[in-house]
């Protein structure tokens, strides 16, 4: 008797996602567990104290929902950009740049524009700043075919160190003393919450996850990042211009990545920070992976992730390590990923017909 | 017919078959592949295994090489149970096949390869051929250069190497999956006196063909399967060739359209002074010049590896010439001009994407489409694609799971939508079955009938002389016979495709 994997010939259903991502979960449940115990922790109630602090009452949800906002928006433009087979790491960066686009923009402005024009120019401003940031990737990779996955990777570090030079030195905020902060974009520029208080930026990512849906489905657009992800040549048979394919589908990933970093100045800390971003936009490649890069899943994973944020910072409350939660998120990241993979292959188990 | 009864074989004095197939069934989903399929093989004979595209031919041989793991029945090697579903046990008793797609390692010389695959667990390779090895290549007559490598090559040499690493792995059934499919005729001459002799000293071999004059000079019995089940197991002599391709399509009639009549339209195709530069740095087409008029169907004939190919793919824009001028009637981008690949699975068609996607490629940014994409448009145009040769497919399903026939139908469906006026086709017949490619054929004349140009690259003689108003021979990169379909022969275009080998 052996086991045997074999390719399945079919495409999964939904009911097959589904399932996968149940037994991915509580493979996922039973190892944390197992961890907790070993680490002498109660399982029952770190578990129980993660999920209070994710969803528990009202104004957890409602910080759930508010730090899904950055997730999920760089989540989206990862899965734009994996369309056509172009990875993304450099969200990140682009999420940076465009807080720091958006904040050049508010600090610039003065300060009796109209509300609704300054919301308008500062998340503008981060989305061009967030593009500009990919196509320092983008260019290189149409012109030379240098690595979109190692330059969107090394541009983070670079546009990180930008930061901390700006609101260390030429940004730094007088008022704030020692704190690496620059001073507050202007009043008008700031996005208020929505449904009581959740962040303004979340109306923004149901939008986005809904423009993914419609690009993939509806759009010429989309359709060449399709072909052009999944055979070059069929692309350069069928006339697509396979340079402005890959300037435009990682410019449009970095331009999301670039609102999340805007919407972030703009809805929540209203200043330029190095503490912006726990790293959202690494979360996000993360997320757009677990989701399959299909758009509800989106929505629903950077939820889940951002519930596993705040939940992590309850923990930390009650004194058991926040870092728990971060091996909670990789043992969930391993587990549901496995099962994806297994979701594809069909396990028979063979009886031997000879010796 | 006769499947059910076990009729006494007797080849070369033996009784007891090599290999036997007891009731083998696979299905996919709701696909029956094969359906109670039994057949046997006598050691020192070859099998022709025919069968239109998805009569099951490729799924029994993926049971006998251990890649399927069928639902029921079994194989025996020597009259002994072999273990099902594991390629290492199938090389072990002896199974071996050579697919279409080598499995060569370019970079590598020959013997190396053969070493490879002969004495995996060394960890030394040894520099030259073994005995053994060289045993094989003197039995059998190979004749191969084993120190150079195989990226040097030609497809006929790199098909006996094939063979011979195959064989040194202990093969005694081999299984040819079409291979004369990349042969000239003279090269395919060569392969059958090669299978002769490795068949007289009691090894086997199951030949895969659509060509039935090669079955017929070549093979000793014929098994014909037909929507998985075999129906015909008998001897091969005496039999005609309509004779076969009865058994193999069954009650369809296949009958082929007359020829264009040849009403020289205006010039669709102008190529003056042409040249493409291979990837070793010569000349793959030397200084041709040509003209294609509408209501013409010219075919491009020639031993494999004279500049055809490239000749066709840089009319259709997939290699840029490095001189000379191409003029053509309409554009790739606008309507007009369709371009039909030899390769259709990530050329033609992108694999990774649905029917319907495919069925789109290329045509996306013309009319009835914008920068939006209706679904019902969408699906509108992809019933169209699918409609013009009777492809039966859910639109959103995978691409890659259609048949080779039902690739090329969409292929050429897709690009005969909106009836262009010059068509290229680089061999649009290549490994269909008998009544797929009277199709295709049929579809081309019809095309051209109604003035359109065609110029279509082509490996079967017989079937350019039956369609083509004009026929173009290529030798080495030049084109050296221009004539007429009508004021030429089988024989002056035999002679004309060698003259530059044999000189």
């Given at each position: 008797m052996r086991v045997r994997l074999e390719p399945r010939l079919t495409d999964p259903t939904l009911a097959a996602y589904a399932l996968r991502a149940a037994v991915g979960g509580g493979l996922a449940l039973a190892l944390s567990a197992g961890l907790l115990a070993l680490s002498d922790h109660p399982p029952a109630s770190v578990l129980d104290a993660l999920v209070r602090g994710a969803f528990g009452s009202w104004p957890a949800v409602q910080s759930t929902l508010s730090k899904a906002v950055p997730i999920g928006l760089c989540a989206v433009g990862i899965a734009l950009a994996s369309r056509a087979n172009l990875i993304n790491i450099g969200a990140e960066g682009q999420f940076f740049f465009g807080a720091f686009a958006a904040t050049g923009i508010g600090l610039c402005l003065p300060e009796d524009t109209a509300h609704p024009l300054a919301v308008a120019l500062v998340l503008g401003a981060g989305l061009l700043g967030g593009a500009a940031w990919a196509a320092l990737a983008a260019i290189p990779r149409a012109v030379l075919g240098m690595s979109e996955i190692l330059t969107t990777l090394m541009l983070n570090y670079i546009c990180l160190l930008w930061i901390n030079y700006l609101v260390r030195g030429p940004w730094a905020d007088p008022l704030t003393f020692s704190f690496p902060y620059s001073p507050p974009i202007l009043d008008a520029g700031q996005l208020g919450p929505v449904f009581g208080a959740i962040q303004g930026g979340f109306p923004v990512l149901l939008a986005a996850v809904a423009l993914l849906a419609v690009v993939d489905s509806g759009t010429r657009w989309g359709y060449e990042l399709r072909v052009a992800g999944d055979a070059p040549e069929a692309a350069r048979y069928s006339g697509i211009n396979a340079a402005w394919i890959v300037i435009s589908g990682l410019c449009a990933s970095g331009a999301l990545a670039g609102l999340a970093g805007a919407i972030e100045i703009s809805a929540t800390t209203g200043r330029l920070q190095t503490g912006l971003s726990p790293g959202y936009g690494f979360m996000g490649v993360l997320v757009a992976w677990l989701a399959g890069g299909r758009p509800l899943p989106i929505l629903l994973v950077s939820i889940l992730y951002a519930g596993l944020l705040n939940g992590g910072f309850s923990l930390q409350i009650a004194h058991i390590p926040g870092a728990i939660s971060t091996v909670l998120q990789a043992t969930i990241l391993i587990c549901i990923l496995g099962a994806g993979s297994l979701a594809r292959y069909r396990i028979r188990i063979v009886r031997s017909t000879t010796a | 017919m006769n499947a059910g009864f076990p009729i006494p074989l007797q080849v070369n004095g033996a009784t007891a078959p090599l290999c036997r197939l007891q009731g083998v069934t696979k299905s996919f989903g709701k696909l029956v592949a094969n359906d109670d399929v039994s057949f046997s093989v006598m050691p020192g004979e070859v099998v022709a295994l025919l069968g239109e595209n998805g009569a099951g031919k490729s799924t029994a041989m993926n049971v006998l090489c251990g890649l399927y793991l069928p639902d029921a029945g079994t194989v025996e090697v020597d009259e002994r149970p072999m273990a099902l579903g594991s390629p290492a046990a199938s090389v072990a008793r002896g199974i071996g096949m050579v697919h279409q797609q080598f499995k060569l390692v370019p970079s590598l010389t020959a013997y190396e390869n053969v070493s490879l695959a002969v004495d995996r667990g060394r960890v030394w390779q040894r520099r030259r051929p073994s005995d053994e090895v060289r045993r094989l290549m003197a039995e059998v007559g190979f004749d191969l250069d084993m120190g150079k490598p195989v990226w040097r090559m030609s497809l006929a040499e790199r098909q006996q190497l094939e063979i011979l690493r195959v064989l040194a792995q202990g093969a005694r059934i081999l299984i040819l999956d079409e291979p004369t499919s990349v042969l000239s005729p003279l090269e395919s001459e060569r392969l059958f006196m090669l299978v002769r002799r490795i068949v007289a000293r009691g090894r086997s071999v199951i030949l895969i063909s659509h060509k039935l004059s090669e079955i017929r000079q070549v093979a000793s019995r014929l098994v014909v399967m037909r929507g998985g089940r075999v129906v015909f197991e008998g001897s091969a002599a005496g039999r005609s060739s309509e004779e076969i391709a009865g058994l193999i399509v069954g009650t369809r009639s296949v009958s082929l359209a007359a020829r264009p009549a040849s009403a020289p339209g205006p010039e669709r195709l102008v190529v003056e002074n042409l040249r493409v530069t291979g990837h070793s740095g010569r000349d793959s087409v030397h200084d041709v010049s040509f003209k294609v008029r509408g209501g013409e169907l010219v075919a491009v004939v020639g031993v494999a590896g004279n500049g055809q190919a490239e000749l066709l793919d840089a009319i259709g824009g997939q290699k840029p010439p490095s001189a000379g001028r191409i003029v053509a009637s309409g554009s790739r981008k606008g309507r007009g001009f369709a371009f039909i690949p030899a390769q259709h699975l990530g050329v033609a068609l992108a694999p990774g994407l649905s029917i319907e996607d495919n069925a789109l490629l290329g045509v996306h940014r013309r009319k009835p489409f914008s920068v939006w994409l209706r679904r019902r448009e969408v699906r509108r145009h992809c019933g169209r694609v699918q409609d013009t040769f009777g492809v039966v497919a859910d639109?959103?399903?995978?691409?890659?799971?259609?048949s080779g026939g039902n690739l090329q139908r969409i292929v050429l469906g897709r690009e005969l939508v909106g009836d262009p006026d010059l068509i290229v086709a680089s061999y649009p017949t290549r490994g269909l079955d008998i009544a797929a490619a009277a199709q295709i054929r049929n579809a081309l004349i019809a095309r051209a009938a109604a003035g359109a140009a065609v110029l279509m690259a082509s490996e079967e003689l017989e079937e350019c002389l039956a369609i083509a108003t004009r026929i173009l021979v290529m030798s080495g990169g030049r084109i050296v016979l221009d004539r007429a379909t009508a004021q030429t022969s089988l024989n002056e275009i035999g002679r004309f495709m060698t003259a530059a080998e044999a000189s």
């Open positions: - | 639109p959103d399903s995978a691409i890659r799971r259609l």
